[in-house]
């Protein structure tokens, strides 16, 4: 077996773990149909509030139509919301509702769970080791994006 395919079948492995589950706490489940583009987008607004549509869809590298799909969605379950922006009143600035705070930062405290599950596996001078090295690999991926 070659380094890519042993990776690919870990990568796959912990990416199954992370996409399959629900990834939300018992008080959440079953309010959030699971959606990856739901919860990445979510995630994008909690990190980054008043952050624009078209930066989602760049980062998430989707169309802007299937962009406006997610939010829309988003926005008429209450979770998020859309402002014009001061400055270009072509563009829209998103943001979380009281209630999509508390989903989002539910998501993101599953995720934190979820890794030290993962790190768990490991002792600690390994732990630094697999971020080190995982950082560099991120690095490597993201330099080659904006080549693109």
Known sequence: MTKEHELLRHVK?????????????PEHQHII????????????????PGVRASVVAGSLGIAATTASSVIGRLINRGWIER???TGD???YQLTL?????????AIHDQDLTDMGIFLSALTVTEQDELIRLLGKVADRVEALEIKD
């Open 97 to 105: 509702t009281p209630e999509g705070q508390v989903i989002a930062d």
């Open 33 to 48: 149909k699971f959606n990856p583009l739901d919860f990445h987008t979510l995630g994008m607004v909690r990190a980054d």
């Open 13 to 25: 492995t912990v990416m199954r773990v992370m996409l399959i589950s629900e990834r939300t706490g």
């Open 83 to 85: 402002r014009q922006c």
């Open 89 to 91: 009143r072509r563009a």
